[in-house]
Each structure stands twice: as structure tokens, then as C-alpha cells.
T-cell receptor, first 116, second 113 residues
Framework: GAVVSQHPSRVICKSGTSVKIECRSLDFQATTMFWYRQFPKKSLMLMAT?????????EQGVEKDKFLINHASLTLSTLTVTSAHPEDSSFYIC????????????FGDGTRLSIL | KQEVTQIPAALSVPEGENLVLNCSFTDSAIYNLQWFRQDPGKGLTSLLLIQSSQREQTSGRLNASLDKSSGRSTLYIAASQPGDSATYLCAVRHTGTASKLTFGTGTRLQVTL
């Protein structure tokens, strides 16, 4: 089945650091990628939708200058958490889709971000 | 705005029991509905995808049904095993250009020996 690789799986860093998370589709072309955030024992909250070669669409309440998304190719999207603070600590998960609505979304294994 | 609710929030059953997880959604304008499994601290594993035109899908011991008009889906797990212990999430994919997924609140399942 389709595989989505997310890296790194865990990051611990100091407040003020910028952190980049990569999401790669390994065996299919991901026209659309999605970035989610998950708080402990909560469901996934969509942060933004990115389409290859265009600007990401952010959900209401998500700061686009805080969470920079780049989708430069059909197999790679990155999320950069700029000047991270402790309140940004969370579990971030990406997913990828081939672009057709009847296709499933395939998820990465997530990144646990801890800001000290 | 689409809202997805899952009942129960948590469930504990002895090994071997058959069980049903419920998912309800408020807006029936969906492309499909997907059931996922999430182990603690891990990402999501897709279990079953039901298109809006379908009534059910089966994979091994899992059977998912969809009643789009009433906004309901169920995930049936037969002969549960301790390895089935996880959080189960349903998600609906909207019609429209964004085709976003809206996730349910999840059901935490524990299967005991």
C-alpha cells in the first residue's frame, strides 16, 4: 500500500528555535498534502492544506507566519514551526492524497515536538 | 460546519467478543468515510474506506457500514483480540474543492485477556 514517511519522529529543542518537519510520499505522487495537529487524547485538527506548486490554505485560527508550509514537489511537503514556544509542543501528523476525492488519505507516523 | 461524533468514547471488552463502534456526522454531503486505527504516540493506519455510494466494506475481521442519509457509520470488529487495543477514528471527506477530512472524537478500545 501507499507509504508516507514523516521525519523526524521526535524533536526536543529550546524555545525560540525553528523546527522543520518533512513529509514524503514514497510510492505515489501526492497532489495534495495535509498537516494536522493533535493534542493529548484529542482528535486530529486540520491546520492547512497544501497543493504542489501553490500556497497552502490555512484553517481559521492557524497562523501562517508561525507554521510555514512548502510543497515544492509532488513527493515532499515541509512544515516549519518558526520561533517555537512551549505552547507549540504537540503531535504533528501529515497526510497525502493523490488528489482524487475518492482516494484514501495516507498518513505519516507523526512528529512529537517538545519545546523546552 | 461538519461535526463528527463517535460513541462510545472508551470501551473495554474481554478477548473474543464482537463489538461495534459508532460514528455519526451532521452533513451528508460527503465523498467517503474512512476508519483509522491509532496506536499511542503513533500515526494513523487506514482500515477501511467507504465511498458515498457504497453501503459497506469488509477487511478480515472488520466490517464497516455507511448510511449516508442518516449520517451514520459503524465499525464492527469480530472476535476481538488484545492486539486490537487502540484508538479508532472515523473521518469524513467533504464534497467541494478542499476535500478535507473531518475527524471524529475517537473511541479508545481496550481488549483484555
Amino acid at each position: 500500500g501507499a507509504v508516507v514517511s514523516q521525519h523526524p519522529s521526535r524533536v526536543i529543542c529550546k524555545s525560540g528555535t525553528s523546527v522543520k518537519i518533512e513529509c514524503r510520499s514514497l510510492d505515489f505522487q501526492a497532489t495534495t498534502m495535509f498537516w494536522y495537529r493533535q493534542f493529548p487524547k484529542k482528535s486530529l485538527m486540520l491546520m492547512a492544506t497544501s497543493n504542489e506548486g501553490s500556497k497552502a490554505t490555512y484553517e481559521q485560527g492557524v497562523e501562517k507566519d508561525k507554521f510555514l508550509i512548502n510543497h515544492a514537489s509532488l513527493t515532499l511537503s515541509t512544515l516549519t514551526v518558526t520561533s517555537a514556544h512551549p505552547e507549540d509542543s504537540s503531535f504533528y501528523i501529515c497526510s497525502a492524497s493523490g488528489g482524487l476525492a475518492n482516494q484514501p488519505q495516507h498518513f505519516g507516523d507523526g512528529t512529537r515536538l517538545s519545546i523546552l | 460546519k461538519q461535526e463528527v461524533t463517535q460513541i462510545p468514547a472508551a470501551l473495554s471488552v474481554p478477548e473474543g467478543e464482537n463489538l461495534v463502534l459508532n460514528c455519526s456526522f451532521t452533513d451528508s454531503a460527503i465523498y467517503n468515510l474512512q476508519w483509522f486505527r491509532q496506536d499511542p504516540g503513533k500515526g494513523l493506519t487506514s482500515l477501511l474506506l467507504i465511498q458515498s455510494s457504497q453501503r459497506e466494506q469488509t477487511s478480515g475481521r472488520l466490517n464497516a457500514s455507511l448510511d449516508k442519509s442518516s449520517g451514520r457509520s459503524t465499525l464492527y470488529i469480530a472476535a476481538s483480540q488484545p492486539g486490537d487495543s487502540a484508538t479508532y477514528l472515523c473521518a469524513v471527506r467533504h464534497t467541494g474543492t478542499a476535500s478535507k477530512l473531518t475527524f471524529g472524537t475517537g473511541t479508545r478500545l481496550q481488549v483484555t485477556l
